[in-house]
C-alpha cells in the first residue's frame, strides 16, 4: 500500500455523477484508496464501491465502515466477495459494530458490542468456508479502544481507527503488532488562518465528541477538554506542507496508510507524505 489515500465525506452524499467526476480526479492524482462510510439506511456501501471501482482503473476502494447493522453477516460475506471478484486487488472491507442509536433505531441491543462484532465475523468465515471467495480481499475493523483492537488484531486483518490523534495510531499499533493494517483517519482542511481554521474545526469535533466512544478515546489519549490542543490534534489544517507533516506524524505512529478526510465534498488536491 502507498500511504496517502481519502475518506470522502460522510454526510449526504454528492450526486453518483459528481461522485464519478471526483473519483476520476483522485485516480488521476495517485491517490492509493477511496473509502466511504455508511449509515444504517443510507446509500449501501457495497452498491457504491462497485460504482467507485467502475469508475475508476486503478484506485483501491475501501468500506469505512460496512454497518454491521445494516445487513445480516451472511450478506455482507456474499457482497463482499461478489465486489472482489470483480475488481481483483482492489478492495477492502472495512466492518464497524456502529452505535447505540443505529442498533436501536432497529429495536436490536447494543449492550454488547464486542461480542456482536465477534458473532458477526465468525458467522461471516462461516459463510466463507462454505463459499469461498475466488478472490481474497482484506478486512479490517473500525476499531478504537484495546479490546476492539485485540478483536481486529486476532479476527480479522486489522484496524481503521476514525478521527482519532496521532497519539491513539502508535496506542493501536502496539496492540496490533507488525503484519497487520492500520489505517487511521484524518480529518484535513486547507486553511492558514487560526482562527478561522479552529471555527470550522471545532464544529466538526462537536459532531464526534457527541458520541462516546470517539469522546472515550480522546480522553484515553490524554485530550480531558475541548482546546485548542485537541482542535490542532483532530484536524491537521495550514498550508499543503503542514498536511503533509500530519500525514508524516501518523506513519511515523504505526500507520500504514492515512485516509485524509477533507471537509465537505471538496475533492482535495494531491497531499503525499
Not at 450478506?75 to 475488481?87: G, I, K
Not at 477492502?92 to 461480542?115: C, D, E, T, W, Y
Not at 462484532?117 to 465468525?122: C, G, H, N, Q
Amino acid at each position: 500500500m502507498t500511504s496517502v489515500g481519502v475518506w470522502l465525506y460522510g454526510g449526504r452524499p454528492a450526486t453518483a455523477e459528481v461522485e464519478r467526476e471526483q473519483l476520476a480526479r483522485l485516480d488521476a492524482l495517485g491517490y492509493a484508496s477511496v473509502w466511504m462510510g455508511e449509515t444504517v439506511g443510507g446509500r449501501d456501501a457495497f452498491a457504491r464501491s462497485a460504482v467507485f471501482l467502475g469508475a475508476t482503473g486503478r484506485i483501491t476502494v475501501g468500506t469505512g465502515i460496512a454497518n454491521v447493522w445494516s445487513r445480516p453477516a451472511v450478506t455482507a460475506q456474499a457482497a463482499a466477495r461478489t465486489v472482489a471478484e470483480a475488481h481483483p486487488g482492489r478492495f477492502v472491507l472495512g466492518l464497524g459494530i456502529g452505535h447505540p442509536f443505529q442498533a436501536a433505531n432497529l429495536g436490536q441491543s447494543f449492550a454488547k458490542p464486542l461480542r456482536g462484532m465477534r458473532d458477526y465475523l465468525s458467522r461471516m468465515d462461516e459463510e466463507a468456508a462454505a463459499n469461498p471467495p475466488a478472490e481474497p480481499f482484506p478486512r479490517v475493523l473500525a476499531a478504537i479502544g484495546p479490546r476492539m483492537l485485540e478483536l481486529a488484531r486476532d479476527a480479522a486483518d486489522g484496524a481503521h481507527p476514525f478521527a482519532m490523534p496521532v497519539q491513539h495510531t502508535a496506542f493501536a499499533r502496539e496492540i496490533l503488532g507488525p503484519g497487520k493494517l492500520l489505517i487511521p483517519h484524518q480529518s484535513v482542511l486547507l486553511e492558514t488562518d487560526p482562527a478561522v481554521a479552529r471555527a470550522k474545526a471545532r464544529a466538526t469535533v462537536s459532531q464526534i465528541l457527541q458520541v462516546e466512544a470517539y469522546a472515550r478515546g480522546w480522553r484515553d489519549s490524554g485530550y480531558d477538554e475541548v482546546s485548542d490542543r485537541l482542535l490542532d490534534a483532530a484536524v491537521a489544517w495550514g498550508d499543503e506542507e503542514a498536511i503533509a507533516r500530519r500525514v508524516r506524524e501518523q506513519l511515523d505512529a504505526g500507520a500504514d496508510q492515512v485516509l485524509i478526510a477533507p471537509p465537505g465534498r471538496t475533492c482535495p488536491a494531491r497531499w503525499t507524505s
